[in-house]
């Protein structure tokens, strides 16, 4: 008897579970840390390196709420929305003489949705504060033409990725992160995304 493939959405969905696990085993560390007061921390950049068509890239957005759950280690959810750029045509002469009239936009894609995130803190150097983060969740990947949407699909996704903050008070910090996104999905594979990051407290 021939053993069973296991689909790329079927893997997704195990993934899935188990990451609901983890968010379930560590929701009484969150309570007891304060539910009332995470960290909230937001970042804006541009995304890259997009598998797929279009492929260019754009803006890139995501908002965190966090809560400590461990020394240097925190837990919360994130939003999040990037731009995987638009194709362009070109417009020409429809009498036969080929002129070139400009360029139009045909496809815009755009991926977003809402991630558990895992954060962990290493020791502050020179003043500022590495830290990595990993993230389970539902992406939303949308085609639209001109601001209609045409055609959009739900995917499982996870994302990693490496950043810096330094404190400028009390209760903000300022820094950069840089992230790597895997979507299990056949229209966008993977991307990246790269900004600035602030977190109050």
């Known amino acids: 008897m021939m053993p069973r493939r296991t689909t790329p959405a079927q893997a997704g969905q195990t993934r899935w579970m188990w990451f609901a696990l983890v968010a379930v085993l560590l929701a009484p560390s969150v309570a007891r840390a304060g539910a009332w007061r995470p960290e909230l921390s937001g ?11 279009p492929s260019g890239g754009g803006s890139s957005a995501a908002l965190t709420a966090m809560w400590p759950v461990a020394p ?38 755009a991926a977003w949705g809402a991630s558990w995130r895992l954060d962990a803190a ?18 939303r990947v949308a085609d639209d033409l001109r601001g209609d949407e045409i055609s959009s ?9 490496a950043g810096v903050r330094r404190p400028l008070g009390r209760h903000i910090a300022l820094g950069a992160v840089i992230r790597y996104h895997r979507l299990f999905n056949d229209r966008e594979g993977r991307f990246m995304s790269a900004g600035l990051d602030c977190a109050w407290r």
């Open 43 to 53: 970042s804006l950049g541009v995304s890259f390196a997009v598998l797929g068509l």
């Open 122 to 139: 290493a020791p502050a150097r020179f003043g500022a504060t590495p830290f990595a983060s990993a993230t389970w969740g539902y992406y």
């Open 153 to 161: 699909v739900g995917s499982a996704g996870f994302s990693l990725a």
């Open 72 to 109: 240097r280690l925190s837990f919360g959810v994130m939003l999040h929305g990037d731009d995987a750029g638009s194709t362009v045509d070109s417009l020409r002469d429809e009498q036969g003489r080929g002129l070139a009239y400009g360029k139009i936009e045909q496809v815009h894609r």
